[in-house]
């Protein structure tokens, strides 16, 4: 047999060997290792942060979701539930198009810039609606209120989180429609905002879902 | 809690910016020494762990044989070429492979495009992992590749600085050695700690698979679990980039807060930067390693800089009208944490994303381009950084050999004909493909279908497919749906010439330097370990980069940048 080709060959078995005891390692033994330790030191983080209130699953508290009303005939896309705290938008969100056995929500962006027609006209419309939506008796916002984060699609479509500004600028309306006092949901809106890790690591904010969580505990009290 | 929050806003975004770099620069430091000096001990101890020792039987290699540059190669490509096909079956067996939550197998062409891209350790996500890539593909296929691609960029550094440190023997130690010391001593060890840290604050971890949660209105919503945050830790620390969910690192489950996305920043930064003084301890100058890390440094900090002053700037009419640049960024970081991921993932090979570079502002998505552009050397991937910047610190002490007329030397080796031809078939190789690539797409009739902006975005965002595809990057103006044959094709084949020819001349390279006989210095040597040579790299970088890529980047982000 010809040198090379042997060569060629043992080499390439050697190649495989090596791929096969480290994928042994790294892919079965390292993941393992870890789901162990994870589930037994941080079983509550390892799981998704699963959130309950009146003892039933409402979510996960990294995951943002949706406050809508059900989808009315005619609509194409659902109308917000303005009894509660609304998130960011999520333009850059979609449904699994591959296995869709499952109904899978996929996590993205817009990937619009910043001088695509369809992001501008999708920023004048969502400013519109915020303005519109959060007028309430005696409160009517103005369009330099409205932070950025109110009018803008996130990077994963589930963003958990809005600013302090724009939740502090949907808590009349949020008032009103629960019959709470401003001043009431004022206060959930700072218990719920978390500043930055040690001051200085990401952005203050508030998180959408536990947010309502406390509302809903709120209003039920009356 | 609430006087905390209340202080903590009045601190402005800008501020906490400019904290975060600051400690993060603090922890690289505090990580440089002890991280470079073990890598330097492992790169050339005796002695071998237990574990190694099974996995060299198991190969049935003598991890004492000495290789030079052609046998050193021939591993690295072996290796390469059984975990392309390795992976590639994989994908395409995943409809019949059990543990995979029933999902189908994967199309060839975008099997190919996801195998080539794991394995040349660029990790383009032409898939969107949540609902394409069940858990045996994800944990013993993408993330098997994120540990041992990274290992062989590693290896192959640590080769060519073995060539700079020996004389007369052409020998440069032993791949399957390298390969395996790299996994053991140093990814794993790094990971497994990493991973229960991202876990603490939220990254999950499980193998519950798709299951149904309840949600606040009624209703359930389906979501996927993983073993996300084992995935993750390797994802930035060998420099990788592909995410287990569509969104990558700004999916609340691969980076939850604050303190991750600072934390993931760290863990793409800490080795490119530690390998300097590995660098720096096995050639003995110390000197020689700062010169380098002072470089990367300087490139980092001036790129992060302008960034921040791109996007908070927040040009662009829709940005103006919104009131910020906070489109594809998430709340939880802000302007100032996702512009410091977006420059230290473009400035290295990882590609991982925390905000989408497409709806940056047109300067802000140019200088993501650029930081690619450059090579991915400030610091750059883990072992590609360090020798793609090797190469150009021998292209700039060329360039002063030329000024003053002599002999260019560095670190005692004479850098001649041969060195220079080599070093400069390495620059040519990326941005061939890079530009080749995109003029092709842009003229053959169907491709163009796929850029969602047009205009110069269109064009930026299959400029930026190629730049990141050949760089290794993995990144996306992600705008382009590239899931196509002709794009899976060709972003595919530009990301393995993209690693694995370069890899060939710095391999080269190394052999020619290693059988070199120093040449003792004298009055005229060129000071390589001082700040004048430093000065000198970092305009030989900006040079040959700007000269490279300045029609192409006039065409897209500057005309957009521009405009706005």
């Known amino acids: 047999m010809n040198t090379s080709l042997t060569n060629t060959a043992r080499l390439t078995g050697a190649a495989l060997r090596a791929l096969l005891t480290l994928t042994v390692l790294c892919g079965v033994l390292y993941p393992l290792a870890v789901t162990g330790l994870a589930q037994g030191l941080f079983p509550h983080q390892a799981n998704g942060s699963a959130l309950r209130s009146n003892g039933k699953a409402v ?39 591959v296995n869709t056995q499952y109904k899978l929500l996929v996590s993205g962006a817009t990937n619009r810039a ?106 039920r009290k009356g | 809690m609430n006087s905390l929050a209340a202080a903590s806003g009045a601190l402005s975004p800008a501020v906490a910016a400019v904290l975060q770099l600051l ?220 995410g287990y969910f569509n969104a990558n690192s700004a999916h609340p489950f691969e980076n939850p807060d604050g303190f991750t996305n600072l934390f993931e920043i760290f863990l793409i930064l800490v080795i490119p930067f530690a390998l300097t003084r590995t660098f720096g301890r096995l050639t003995g100058s110390l000197k020689q390693g700062y010169a380098i890390l002072g470089t990367m440094a300087v490139i980092w900090i001036g790129f992060t800089v302008l960034m921040w002053a791109a996007e908070f700037g927040g040009h662009g009419r829709a940005f103006e009208l919104a009131g910020g640049a906070l489109e594809g960024k998430e709340t939880r970081f802000g302007i100032g944490g996702s512009s410091l991921f977006a420059v230290a993932t473009t400035l290295t090979s990882t590609g991982a994303v ?57 670190l005692g080796k004479k850098i001649g004909t041969r060195e220079i031809k080599l070093a400069a078939c390495y620059i040519l190789v990326t941005p061939a493909l890079v530009l080749c690539f995109t003029a092709a797409s842009l003229v053959l009739p169907t491709p163009p279908h796929s850029m969602l902006n047009s205009g110069a975005h269109g064009f930026s965002e299959i400029l930026y497919a190629y730049t990141s595809g050949a760089n290794n990057n993995g990144s996306a103006f992600a705008g382009l749906s590239a899931d196509t044959p002709w794009f899976n094709t060709t972003i ?35 000071r390589t370990e001082k700040p004048l040579f430093s000065g000198l790299l970092v305009g030989t970088i900006l040079i040959v980069a700007g000269l490279t890529y300045f029609p192409a980047l006039a065409l897209g982000p500057l005309a957009e940048g521009l405009a706005s």
């Open chain 2, 492 to 526: 595919g084949l530009a990301m393995l010439l993209g690693r694995f020819v370069p890899m060939v001349f710095v391999l080269a390279l190394a052999g020619s330097l290693a059988e070199q006989q120093p040449v003792p210095k004298t009055a005229g040597t060129l």
């Open chain 1, 59 to 97: 979510g996960s508290s990294l995951i943002g979701q949706r406050y809508d009303l059900p989808l009315k005939k005619g609509e194409a896309t659902p109308a917000p539930d303005l009894r509660w705290f609304q998130p960011r938008p999520s333009g850059g969100l979609t449904e699994n198009t």
């Open chain 2, 23 to 242: 400690a993060l620069i603090a922890a690289l430091a505090l990580a440089y020494r002890p991280l470079g000096d073990h890598m330097a001990r492992v790169y050339s101890s005796d002695r071998h762990l237990r574990v190694e020792k099974w996995i060299y039987k198991a190969i049935g290699a003598d991890p004492h044989t000495e290789m030079r540059w052609p046998a050193y190669l021939r591993g690295v490509l072996a290796f390469s070429a059984v975990s392309l096909l390795f992976l590639y079956l994989l994908q395409r067996l995943q409809g019949s492979l059990p543990g995979s939550l029933g999902f189908a197998s994967i199309d060839p062409d975008q099997a190919f495009n996801t195998a080539a891209s794991f394995v040349a350790n660029t990790n383009w996500q032409s898939y969107a992992g949540e609902q394409a890539m069940g858990h045996v593909v994800q944990t013993a296929g993408l993330a098997v590749q994120n540990f041992v691609s990274a290992a062989v960029g590693i290896a192959v550094a640590v080769a060519l600085v073995r060539g700079f440190a020996r004389s007369r023997t052409g020998e440069l130690g032993n791949f399957w050695a390298d390969l395996v010391r790299g996994t053991v001593r140093v990814l794993l060890p790094i990971s497994v700690v990493g991973a229960l840290v991202l876990v603490a604050c939220g990254a999950i971890q499980n193998f519950s698979g798709i299951h149904e949660v309840g949600q606040f209105l009624g209703g359930h919503q389906q979501m996927n679990g993983g073993a996300v945050a084992s995935q993750e830790v390797i994802k930035e620390l060998g420099t990788n980039g592909g």
């Open chain 1, 114 to 219: 910043g001088d695509s027609p369809d992001l501008i006209k999708a920023v004048e419309d969502a400013k519109a609606a915020v303005l519109a939506d959060n007028t309430a008796p005696g409160y009517t916002p103005k369009p330099s209120d409205i932070p950025a984060d109110a009018v803008t699609s996130s990077a994963s479509g589930m963003d958990p989180d809005i600013s302090p500004a724009y939740a502090r600028l949907q808590v009349h309306r949020v008032a009103a429609r629960n019959h709470l006092s401003a001043t009431e949901v004022n206060r959930l809106v700072a218990a719920h905002t978390t500043g930055r890790t040690l001051g200085f690591m990401g952005e203050p904010r508030v998180n959408v879902l536990e947010l309502n969580v406390a509302l809903g505990e709120a209003a």
């Open chain 2, 354 to 410: 925390d905000s989408f570079h497409s709806s940056y502002t047109g300067l802000g998505g140019g200088l993501t381009m650029l930081g690619m552009q450059l090579g991915e050397i400030a610091p750059g991937g883990v072992g590609s950084g360090l020798y793609g910047m090797l190469i150009m610190a021998v292209i700039a002490v060329f360039l002063a050999g030329l000024m003053v007329g002599r002999t260019p030397e560095f």
